[in-house]
T-cell receptor, first 114, second 115 residues
Framework: AQTVTQSQPEMSVQEAETVTLSCTYD???????LFWYKQPPSRQMILVIR??????QNATENRFSVNFQKAAKSFSLKISDSQLGDAAMYFC???????????FGQGTILTVHP | EAQVTQNPRYLITVTGKKLTVTCSQN?????MSWYRQDPGLGLRQIYY???????DKGDVPEGYKVSRKEKRNFPLILESPSPNQTSLYFC??????????????FGPGTRLTVT
């Protein structure tokens, strides 16, 4: 079974600085998808960024980028120029090619200090 | 507007009183799923459905039932709720097939408290 681990229960960053959230996963599949979701206090799950395992290039979305290390099974999220609105719980998630479930990590609470 | 809706958003009930949380999507997605979110555990899948009349268990199906009679709807049924089912519940949907990203679209969540 696939597992996703986020080893940082909480992280903090100063506004305008850069922060990296860690995620590791375990799978025997070669083709899969990885996601980072943001959950603000409103509880809505918002997709931040996605990465297809077959793509070597790291995904980027404006201030958000990932460091995808397939061999190491690592998928970290870097937030540049952090803003107060980035404060939220962040979840790393894995989806295999069986079309089935999204397996989530435990989540990391990000605090942004002004 | 493309969306997944859930009702109710908040529910407080007593042990053993049957309840249903509704979920509906307007994106014609084949795949729908229910998750529960608990502190320190992330989101865990309860049940999922690949299409109408096709459902299967996720990681934590005990105490829950689902049905998929229409493509757009996927209700979650708790026949006899217990306090350990107090949680935040999310419904999600996604398209299936080649060329899709398999991103799941989430509803707003339902906060359930069982006393």
């Amino acid at each position: 079974a696939q597992t996703v681990t986020q080893s940082q229960p909480e992280m903090s960053v100063q506004e305008a600085e850069t922060v990296t959230l860690s995620c590791t996963y375990d799978t025997s599949e070669s083709d899969y998808y990885l996601f980072w979701y943001k959950q603000p206090p409103s509880r809505q799950m918002i997709l931040v960024i996605r990465q297809e395992a077959y793509k070597q290039q790291n995904a980027t979305e404006n201030r958000f980028s990932v460091n995808f290390q397939k061999a190491a099974k690592s998928f970290s999220l870097k937030i540049s120029d952090s803003q107060l609105g980035d404060a939220a719980m962040y979840f790393c998630a894995y989806r295999g090619t069986s079309y089935g479930k999204l397996t989530f990590g435990q989540g990391t609470i990000l605090t942004v200090h002004p | 507007e493309a969306q997944v809706t859930q009702n109710p958003r908040y529910l407080i009930t007593v042990t053993g009183k049957k309840l249903t949380v509704t979920c509906s999507q307007n994106m014609n997605h084949e795949y729908m799923s229910w998750y529960r979110q608990d502190p320190g555990l992330g989101l865990r899948q309860i049940y999922y459905s690949m299409n109408v009349e096709v459902t299967d268990k996720g990681d934590v199906p005990e105490g829950y039932k689902v049905s998929r009679k229409e493509k757009r709807n996927f209700p979650l049924i708790l026949e006899s709720p217990s306090p350990n089912q107090t949680s935040l519940y999310f419904c999600a949907s996604s398209p299936l097939g080649t060329g899709v990203t398999y991103e799941q679209y989430f509803g707003p969540g339902t906060r359930l408290t069982v006393t």
